[in-house]
């Protein structure tokens, strides 16, 4: 059976791992600092990413 390979680059994170960054990055913000709006949209998209994965291959078992 044909495996199709990984891309190269850093893999991504579980939606486990990328939900905990999220939760990690609201728990310390600082009282009065400007909300990190970039991180926190780069964090949720992997975290979507890493969920869809997850789903669509829980799905094909």
């Known amino acids: 059976m044909y495996e199709t390979p990984s891309p190269p680059g850093p893999a ?3 939606a486990a791992e990328a939900n905990a960054a999220i939760r990690h990055l609201v728990e ?3 009282e009065g600092e400007e909300w990190p709006s970039a991180a ?3 964090l949720l998209a ?3 990413a890493a969920d869809h994965a997850e789903v669509a291959g829980s799905s094909a078992r």
Do not use: G, K, Q
Request: charged fraction near 35%.
């Open 12 to 14: 991504r994170p579980s």
């Open 28 to 30: 310390t913000r600082s």
């Open 40 to 42: 926190y949209e780069f």
């Open 46 to 48: 992997e975290w979507a």
